[in-house]
Structures are given as structure tokens and as C-alpha cells.
């Protein structure tokens, strides 16, 4: 499991861990890419149907390690110079809802999505996998991963036990962020979100289970524990009485980022791993910590849509085998911040960079763990219920 952030230097200046600039083609992506050329990828890679000595792999902004000054990502070089075959590497991924509305009807038909592998949320691939619109692995391909995956990844899913169709790419996890200059105090309790001097400048997360699963620990209900409607309620009113009010300025996904750099938002609930990409291009502008109340932890993880041909299977999965070599996971884990799925990366990370081992980010020490929570997992009927009260109230 994984455990939440101390309060300490290391935390509070967590950027000072981290390498290099690693933002400003980020910034395009997550505002032209993300809205119109992410589209028009989408429409592009979609005529491919899979076919070609190539794979199209989908994912989530800053979460594949890259060089500013090349333009490139070093580990999928390396993978695509060994293979023998090229990676179209497309950061698509902004809310699993939205990108799940992209490709839904491909799905539905059993056709080529644009994508021939990604990387959503584990509870949007419970779906995927109770629907069977992904495709099952085939293991004899995957020895690295039988020998790395982390013992307590293998049985989370309900609807996947065995990791059959779904594979961890990493553990995202969650927490508060606040202006260091505008916010002296910081964010401490959930009410910290209400001073009047923040009117208009908090943004929280478009995916329910964060930011509903941070407001519940914030109300002292265990997001992964026995609560109900009552509790989840009691939330939801939470986050109305901030919307209505203007208090909450925004409801975003992975584009929230847009909003800490040009000041429309002074706080937000925000995903770990994004804050230390961007205080690393914007002068430490931002302390990030996971709250005592607690911050969230999940998995982002591989499927293989339906529609993506056997040929482009195999090759996806010589990629993901290869993620799940130690020494590559930790150059991954060296530039996402979080934390890796993969056995034996804090050992080779000593070779990567030495000053990253101790990161509470990528490797959450046992305490740590204690105040990063898993979002309870619904029944179908809770789920729809949950999702459409949390829609309505963001009035979407």
C-alpha cells in the first residue's frame, strides 16, 4: 500500500528532490493538445485501425519521463531502438469520464479506438473489464511483470483478479497545494479552502474519487472504510456550498496545472506528481503536502482496448515487460514523482538519482502510508448514483 507525505522540509520542498526543467512543451499539451490537437490525434491515429510497425499508447500528461532540451522521452527511445518498432506516444488522457467519451463508441463496436494501449484509473477499467472491451494479456509475454508487480497490486480489482486485463502503470496519489507566498499559513484543514482571501482561487479535481475521497477524510469519514450515503452526502454538500458560493473557482482535470501558473487559482487539490513538474519550471512557487486528514492513492493502469490488432498486442505488451525492468521504472519514477508499481525500483534508483531514494513521493515510508487512503470500491448501483449526484452538482 502507499502511505501519505510527512510533514517535513523534504515534502514542503520537495522540488528541491527533483531534476531539471521539465515543463514548458507540458504547458502546450495540457492547454492547445489536450483541447484541439488532441482531438485531432485521436482523429489521426484512429485511420491507422492499429495496423503498421507501430503501437499508439495513450496517456496522462507528465507521466512518461522527458527531455526538454532533445524533445524526446529517453526511456521510450531506448525501448523503441530495441524493438525494433516505434511507440506513437500521445499525452491524450485529461479525466478518465471525458476520455472515456472519446473512444466509447469504438468501444461499443469492437473497433480501433486511435489507441492500442492506455493507461486510464483502475475504476474506469473495472469497467472496461465488466463490459469486455479491453483485452486479456498474455502472460507468457510478461515475465517481467509476474516476477516485479508489487504483491499488493495483484488482487485489488473485484472484477480482475489476476491482473488478467489490467496492468499498473503507476500509483497516482493526491493531496493539497497551495501558493507558498499567497497562502503563508497554508491548507491545513479542509476549512482552510474557505478563507475569504481565496474566493474564486481553489480548483478541485474533476475525478470524483479524489476530490470527493479528500473531502470525506477532511469531514473524518475513512474514504476506503464503511461510509454511505449519509457521509457521501455530507460531502457532496461540502463541495455545492463551495460551487454555489463561488468559493471554488473551478472543477478540472489533469488542466488545473493552467490555473496554479497563471494565479486564477491560489489552492487546489492536486495530483503529486504534476505540483513537482511545475514548481521545478516555476521557482517554487507551490508546497504541496498530503493532509493529516489524508490524501488519496490509486492505480493508473495498461489495458489493451478491443480492436487493437494481435500483432500490436504483442508489441505492447514487449513494452510494458520492459517498464517492469527495476532500472527502467526508476528513470520513469526519477521524472512522474509517483509511485512505481514495480519491485526493486528504490534499489535502482540508486543508480539513477541517489537523491530521489529517500523521496516520500515515489517510495511513502510506512507512516506515510497510513494517510494516503484507497476510494472504498462502490457496487455498480452506488457507482452510477455517486457519479451522477457528483456530475449535478458540478452542473455537467
Request: net charge negative; charged share 25%; glycine share 10%.
Amino acid at each position: 500500500m502507499v502511505r501519505p507525505l510527512p510533514e517535513d522540509p523534504i515534502v514542503r520542498n520537495i522540488v528541491q528532490l527533483m531534476r531539471g526543467a521539465q515543463l514548458n512543451r507540458r504547458q502546450l499539451l495540457r492547454g492547445a493538445a489536450i483541447g484541439a490537437a488532441g482531438v485531432g490525434t485521436l482523429g489521426l491515429a484512429s485511420c491507422s485501425g492499429g495496423g503498421g510497425d507501430e503501437i499508439v499508447w495513450g496517456n496522462w500528461t507528465y507521466y512518461l519521463d522527458y527531455d526538454e532540451d532533445s524533445g524526446s522521452y529517453p526511456s521510450l527511445d531506448a525501448f523503441m531502438e530495441e524493438a525494433g518498432f516505434s511507440v506513437e506516444y500521445l499525452e491524450d488522457i485529461d479525466d478518465n469520464n471525458t476520455f472515456y467519451g472519446k473512444i466509447k463508441d469504438q468501444l461499443k463496436l469492437g473497433q480501433h479506438t486511435g489507441y492500442d494501449v492506455i493507461t486510464l484509473t483502475d475504476w474506469m477499467n473495472e469497467r472496461l473489464v465488466t463490459a469486455e472491451q479491453v483485452q486479456e494479456f498474455d502472460y507468457a509475454n510478461l515475465a517481467n511483470v509476474q516476477a516485479n508487480l508489487l504483491d499488493s497490486q495483484w488482487d485489488v480489482l473485484a472484477a480482475d483478479p489476476g491482473r488478467k486485463f489490467t496492468i499498473p502503470w503507476q500509483l497516482p496519489a493526491s493531496g493539497w497545494v497551495w501558493n507558498t507566498k499567497a497562502v503563508p499559513k497554508g491548507i491545513k484543514t479542509l476549512d482552510d479552502f474557505l478563507q475569504p482571501a481565496l474566493k474564486g482561487k481553489v480548483v478541485v479535481l474533476s475525478e470524483m474519487r479524489d476530490t470527493m475521497g479528500m473531502v470525506l477524510a477532511g469531514l473524518g469519514h475513512d474514504p476506503a472504510g464503511d461510509w454511505g450515503d449519509k457521509e457521501f452526502d455530507e460531502a457532496l454538500a461540502w463541495l455545492d456550498d463551495g460551487l454555489k458560493s463561488g468559493q471554488i473557482g473551478n472543477v478540472k482535470g489533469n488542466s488545473y496545472t493552467q490555473d496554479l501558473i497563471s494565479g486564477d487559482a491560489l489552492a487546489a487539490m492536486a495530483w503529486t506528481g504534476d505540483v513537482v513538474a511545475l514548481n521545478a519550471e516555476n521557482d517554487n512557487q507551490w508546497t504541496l503536502e498530503v493532509p493529516e486528514s489524508g490524501g488519496m492513492i490509486a492505480a493508473d493502469s495498461f489495458t489493451i482496448p478491443n480492436g487493437t490488432s494481435k500483432e500490436a498486442k504483442k508489441r505492447v505488451e514487449q513494452m510494458i515487460d520492459y517498464y517492469y525492468e527495476p532500472e527502467v521504472m526508476a528513470q520513469v519514477a526519477d521524472y512522474v514523482t509517483f509511485v512505481p508499481p514495480v519491485k526493486g525500483t528504490q534499489e535502482a534508483m540508486e543508480q539513477v538519482n541517489p537523491d530521489n531514494v529517500d523521496n516520500p513521493l515515489i517510495f511513502p515510508t510506512e507512516e506515510d502510508w497510513t494517510r494516503l487512503h484507497n476510494f472504498r470500491t462502490l457496487t455498480p448501483a452506488e457507482d452510477k448514483k455517486y457519479s451522477t449526484d457528483f456530475q449535478n452538482v458540478l452542473g455537467l
